[in-house]
């Protein structure tokens, strides 16, 4: 039975990949920072939980022995995060393992899209170019086969524990309190698609060895995404527009804001135009938000306010 290492195994995106090992029939190692405190899906037969961080040479080495397969997901800290990777790939490697599937952040292998002044202004190029020495690195390490996976903003960023990191208002009062000029929008993804491309990286590494895919799905607006959460939900979502004071106040305060004003001035056509293309190309659909959420109801309906 194949093994496979997850590393950050208690992030939402790592958690899904596991999700997809365990149908498929593979076995996980998890690298988690604290055993004591995993959620339910780490505690499924066919998991072993090791301790321990992505920048620990030997605790990753210890945990890939066996491994066949590493999905890494890195922490999005400027310096710390290209360490982990770093750190991964040469413990991997020593181990023996073969296949890498990293997952980045959409665009990052069009420096085209981020590599000017304007996402400099917007305080997200070092955060572009940590996630691309990410990808460097993996593409450097010399393993048999490696994919890197380009999610945008993910369905559960929407949800608990993640909503109040992007929609604070969201839990407390209903609303899509944003940041994004008339008619600008993100690119989402659904979560599970990142399990399910990731799996099918490990399991068919020749199709997929070498590709560096963008998930990016459906560009939407706050007022289509506050249709799409109202109309799974069933409840009053609103939308409302920060004030300029409020855009500089939460400069401070919000990370997620950063992508509402890059996404203010940046072109997505590199990713919206080839959805179809990426689907038809590997054979597996993306999920839409809508759908995204209606399979994850109960958790929209514990994030939302009952009566508004």
């Known amino acids: 039975m194949a093994i496979y290492l997850v590393t950050q195994a208690t992030g939402q995106q790592s958690q899904l990949v596991i999700t997809y090992l365990l149908e498929a029939g593979a076995t996980v190692h998890a ?3 604290d055993p004591q405190k995993i959620p339910p899906v780490l505690e499924r037969p066919g998991i072993t939980v090791f301790k321990g961080e992505s920048n620990n040479f030997e605790a990753i080495f210890q945990a890939a022995q066996g491994c ?3 999905f890494l997901n890195t922490f999005p800290i400027p310096g710390l995060e290209g360490q982990q990777a770093k750190t991964v790939v040469e413990a991997c490697k020593k181990a023996g393992v073969e296949t890498i599937v990293a997952s980045t952040t959409m665009g990052t292998g069009n420096k085209a899209m981020w590599d000017n002044a304007e996402t400099e202004e917007c305080q997200l190029h070092d955060y572009f170019r ?3 020495e990410v990808e460097d690195a993996v593409r450097g390490a010399g393993f048999k086969a490696y994919t890197i996976l380009r999610p945008g903003f ?8 993640s909503a109040p990191h ?4 969201l839990p407390v009062t209903g609303e899509l309190v944003h940041s994004f000029d008339d008619g600008a929008g993100m690119v989402h993804t659904g979560g599970h698609d990142v399990g399910k491309y990731a799996v099918a990286a490990f399991q068919n590494p020749t199709k997929f060895g070498g590709q560096e895919i963008e998930l990016g ?3 939407l607006t706050p007022e289509k995404a506050r249709d799409i959460l109202a109309r799974v939900s069933g409840r009053n979502v609103r939308v409302r527009k920060r004030t300029t004071e409020e855009v500089e106040e939460a400069k401070v305060t ?3 804001q950063r992508f509402q004003l890059w996404s203010n001035i940046t072109n997505f056509g590199p990713i919206v135009t080839k959805v179809e293309e990426v689907q038809a190309k590997y054979g597996i659909p993306f999920t839409s938000l809508e759908e995204s959420l209606q399979r994850d109801k109960n958790r929209l309906l ?5 009566q508004i």
């Open 31 to 33: 690298v988690v920072r």
């Open 254 to 256: 919000l990370f997620t």
């Open 68 to 70: 066949i397969g590493v």
């Open 166 to 169: 992007n929609y604070p208002e």
């Open 154 to 161: 993910i369905d559960f960023d929407y949800l608990l524990p």
């Open 217 to 219: 799905n459906e560009l």
């Open 130 to 132: 940590s996630k691309a």
């Open 302 to 306: 514990q994030c939302l306010p009952s």
